[in-house]
């Protein structure tokens, strides 16, 4: 046992520097570091005791992690960055099969050519010459190479925690140069490939894209799903498409159950095991469960006593020796922490909420189904509650309750989908009519947490300064409570209801202030895009809903602020024009907050990217949102909000068609006007009278074909706000910031301020 708690302090140890390498500490910092942990073990040479022996080794481990993460950093990105924005022409292997999106393939190789690191890279091919690829062919390719460290101007690490070093854009043709002579290691695969074909050939196609995510890994039609992916996220059971422990579980109950619990069984069940994880992708969840599943079957073959401690911490060094970069993955983090707390606190709530409920016999396995899925999820969110919050902007509140509802569901699709798999190898039609009664699961989860996630109190959200006080404060009770419980005899009933009397006072707060707000225009930071939100009281009108140039799409970045600030409901949703920049977040949405009225140009079709307007008119079918096209000029109300919508006379494809509209609350104006140039503008200043305007949204993020003197005359704003951020388009160009300085117009910009505030007091 000595023995085993020594290698779980060296895990530990190892992990916390890495950990501290990746989010605490800059790259000069590490040499100290290093020294620093020598001469702990030093001087730990002088004590006695247990004690030295602990110290040492942590100390000496925490050392190897300091030196690990460099060295790691020394042979990827420091190697890659010289190569960076050159166009050049490389040879690679597909180590993936391509991932085909709305308007791009992603294709995941390590680069072969000797010119260049050896590394794993991610190509973006804008062409459909890539769809036919697979795991082992060898490739040549002519690509601009750019940073996996940087999206959007802002560093990132999604890609270096999936141990990704190079991006490049792909331009003309790939070319496929043969075949890799080890191809046949990819074999898990090609299983996997097949899985998801055969997944879509016998389930209908509403739910194969649940089932592809749910048996295959494969997530990216059900990230197409807008409106089921983000309720799952809301309601709190995404989990369940992330591969994971949970899955694995699932797995070694059907092999032991067919297998038995040998030796010979548990080595073939770890086999079967890996052959999933790898199958699926390799998640760090999967992987966390295979490594700690694959302990617990070799112990008794090995002798070794299981310790859940050892177990989780040499998981975690295990994935960050493969890749210390691993340690930004959120994945991994959730996946660890949801683990932690099932191993310290399960157990004991299980036991006590099992004396507590007492169910009659008739109802003892749905009362131990119930006990066993409220202690589980209730452990779970000890820890993973925080990263939720800082990850994500938000806490679900119903995730207890939506695993209960639907866990029972998640066993049999994940039992069933594989036996239907299975039965399909040998007669699709016979298959069929299982899938079709499995099909009846996935409708049954999709409805219940589409309706949890519209619901008031589904999530409270961190922007809410209310909420992060009551996060706050009920982890120091149920802290406080554990520490002295025993002194005191405490029990977690007090923490636990006043934790939930402090959500109630959010709730009671957050709505006190929403209706004592006289009026608030918020200008999102949406990088290149646009997104306006207008509040007064209960009232609420946005207008655009688009994002370029940023991570977090537009819909979710208002739906969480407005949320937030106690709405649930938009009035009016106004799209000037359906360029992605202006309506990509538009459907994301209306499927997470109650939509009334969804107005459009009436040449909407005109502009339409990418089928938006198909994708939009789907969204407000499935929502309930009433769809209105403005074919001439026209006022709207939503409580004190005024809305005056003028259409542009422009006809096509040009920025200049779409509508324009002023808003107006009290005696407070604001225009906007979409991406309109020039010539627009000055047909607008001379059809209707904007004087006394107080706030501009400048047209076109700042164009150089925008502000024209006459609309700066005309409108007279003592305020302009350019939305804007990363892009290649120059925006906002010096010639309209210079006409906006030399009219005496106060600029705010989105790329320099983020978002913009304005509330408005009655006499504005």
Known sequence: MRGIRKLAIACTGYCAAVFMSHYVMSRTQFGAAMALCVVIALSALLAEGNMRKRVIIFAVAAAAGFAHYELNCWQTIDKCEGFLGEKVQLSARVTDYPDRRSNVTLIYVRVTDARYPNVKALMFDYSDGASDLRPGDEISLTAKLTSATERYGEDTDSNISKGIYLCGSVSGEIERTGRWSGAFLYFPKYIGNALHTQIGRLFPDDVSHFMKALLAGYKGDYYNDDKLYSAMNIAGLAHVVAVSGMHVAFLIGVLQSVLGKTRRSGIMCIALVWLFVIMVGSPPSAVRAGIMISMVLLAPIAGRINDRATMLSFALALILLANPFAAGSVALQLSFGAVAGMFLFAQPLYVKMSEKLGFPRPLERVGSYITATLSSSLSVTVFTVPLVAVHFGYVTLLAPIMNILCLWAISILFTGGFLVCAIGLISAPAAMLPAEVLAYLVRYIAVVVEYAA????????????????????????????????????LTL????AACLVLLALVFVRTDTDMRADTGTISVMSVGNGQCIAVTQRDSCVVIDCGSYGV???????????????????IDYLVLTHLHTDHATGAARLMDLMRVKILVLPDNAADTSA??????????ADENGTQVVYITQDSELTAGEIELDIFESSERGKRNDSGIMLTVSIGEYDMLVTGDVEMSVERELVSKHELSGTELLIVPHHGSKYSCSDELLNAVSPDTAVVSTGYNNYGHPSDETLERLDRHGIETLRTDELGRIIIHITAGD
């Open 454 to 489: 519209k619901l008031p109190f589904a999530a409270v959200y961190t922007e809410n300064g209310y909420v992060l006080v009551w996060l706050i404060v009920s982890y120091v009770m149920f802290v406080v409570c554990a520490a002295v419980r025993r002194k005191r005899k």
């Open 493 to 496: 009933l007090a923490p636990t």
């Open 551 to 569: 991570i977090t799409n537009a819909g979710n970045m208002l739906s969480s602020y407005l949320h937030s600030m106690g709405h649930n409901d």
């Open 610 to 619: 990418d089928g938006m307007l198909e994708k939009l008119l789907a969204a």
